[in-house]
């Protein structure tokens, strides 16, 4: 599988939306942050680091679905799966090289987006008033787990329906109704005046939702251990694999 | 003989549609077998199976010896080359990067033999010019360049001459031919382009709905497709030795049935005939193309 993947990753490299993806993570939380400065020079006020580190966790999400299904649909429709078949390689290790190409695409971009997001607080914030680095260090460490996890499940639904619209329609879909559901869960269970109004079943599913779902982790704050964080992506990774190999042996290529 | 492929009663159905109704078909070792069809005959089907793009609803099939069932046909697989309808290729890089990702792909050990190929499909001087702005014609070039990567033992090959120019189409002919005799490569090269196939293949497959109706080599089907004259006698034994005294090529279908291949002088024949005391019933002259003997084949002139 070690060849499969080293090639799928020849592939990753040359291709020219992943590397338009990549100066997208990089370049966002720079326009971003100047953005806000902007703002904030009009308030006669400082731009505080924690604005800046919570800006591309709320367009994560689309961002690495955009990108992973694009590039992972491409591989179906231009014959590149076709290829590996006829020449060989078993399906489950397809399956397993492209789930990997996915979760690896997506880690990259968040540590780019990190890596970006650490240089503009130095140089354009005035630091962190309530994060401490140990803090900040827990807060990467999820945004890398969530993209990985949100990386293989993308995959997954690419390597389940091929390269046909479906994958761009259901990835889009999930990461928007994620989307939807992280402002309605933030906003029952953290409001911004008064107390949690929630209770019973509803507060409980809320909870779960918050405490183990890894789109919940794209708020902008680590509300919850990181174990759970882990918890909840290995759990997403666990089911888009074992969903997806068996469905992929048996899926009848054109 | 040694087969490269022998389908066995092979049948593929998609819902209610029958793409391959219980094919057999067997393709020697070091031929280039010419699968003939009309659209929706069920050949892409078949390459599809063969490939194990798909998997066959009936029947079974042997590659390299390897049956279906054996869990060590894929490891065979690796023997072989293809281009299944549209050649598998990124467009967004170069030639050369394409081989180079099949090469990684293959997990073969150095990129030596990379501009070699190049060069053997005529794409040696495209430099950094990307697959997305090839012509048809040298995607196909490329595409069988990259069934080439890792010297296969057998390549399949579905319309190769599609979208080439006539130059094109000679080079990849000779390309075919060229390595079919150098290295012995086996081909399967489904086409419905029977001029094109004929300068190539060695063995024939004809495919009609879903089954392989007719397979010959290229010699009976040249014999098929020859001039000659059908003459219908009272003793084939006689007419053997009146030909063979004349020195004309013939074949003896049966005992009342005959080809002769060669322009006769019809007197003089029936003179010579009846001194040998020979009686012709009927003489009748042959001159099938290789299309009328495909439509012959597949069911006449509704296929025309």
Known sequence: ?254 | MEYIFKANNLTKTYKRFTALNGLSMNIKRGSIYGFVGKNGAGKTTLIRLLTGLQKPTSGTYELFGKDLSDPTLIKERRRIGAVVETPALYKDMTARDNLIQQYLMLGLPSFAGLDDLLKLVGLADTGKKKVRNFSLGMRQRLGLAVALCGDPDFIILDEPTNGLDPQGIIEIRELILKLNREKGITFLISSHILDELSRLATDYGFIDSGRIVKEMSAEELRNECRKSVRMKVSDTKILAKIMDDMGIEYSVLNESYADVYADLNFSKVAEIFAKENCTIFTMEERDESLESFYLSLIGGEEHA
Do not use: W
């Open chain 1, 1 to 254: 599988m070690r060849r499969v993947l080293y090639a799928d990753m020849f592939n990753v490299f040359k291709n020219k939306v992943f590397q338009g993806s990549i100066a997208l993570t990089v370049l966002y939380p720079l326009m971003e942050a100047l953005l806000f400065k902007l703002i904030y020079r009009f308030l006669d006020a400082e731009l505080p680091g924690e604005d800046v580190i919570t800006a591309y966790s709320s367009i994560a999400s689309i961002v690495i679905t955009a990108t992973i299904i694009f590039l992972l649909v491409n591989d179906f429709s231009d014959g590149a799966i076709r290829n590996k078949i006829i020449n060989g390689v078993k399906r489950n290790h397809i399956a397993l090289s492209s789930i990997l190409t996915g979760a690896i695409i997506s880690g990259l971009m968040c540590m780019s987006t990190c890596i970006s997001q650490t240089i503009v607080i130095r140089f354009l914030t005035t630091g962190f008033s309530s994060l401490n680095p140990r803090d900040v260090s827990l807060y990467y460490t999820a945004q890398f787990a969530v993209s990985i996890a949100v990386g293989v499940l993308m995959s997954s639904i690419v390597i389940v329906f091929g390269g046909t619209i479906i994958p761009y329609f259901l990835g889009l879909v999930i990461a928007f109704l994620f989307r939807v559901a992280n402002l309605m869960v933030t906003d029952k269970l953290y409001p911004q005046d008064g107390h949690v109004m929630i209770t019973g079943m509803r507060l409980l599913i809320y909870n779960i939702y918050d405490r183990f779902c890894p789109f919940s982790y794209f708020t902008g704050t680590l509300n919850h251990p990181l174990k759970d964080c882990f918890i909840g992506c290995g759990v997403l990774i666990a089911i888009s694999i074992l969903i997806t190999l068996p469905v992929f042996k048996r899926k009848e290529l054109k």
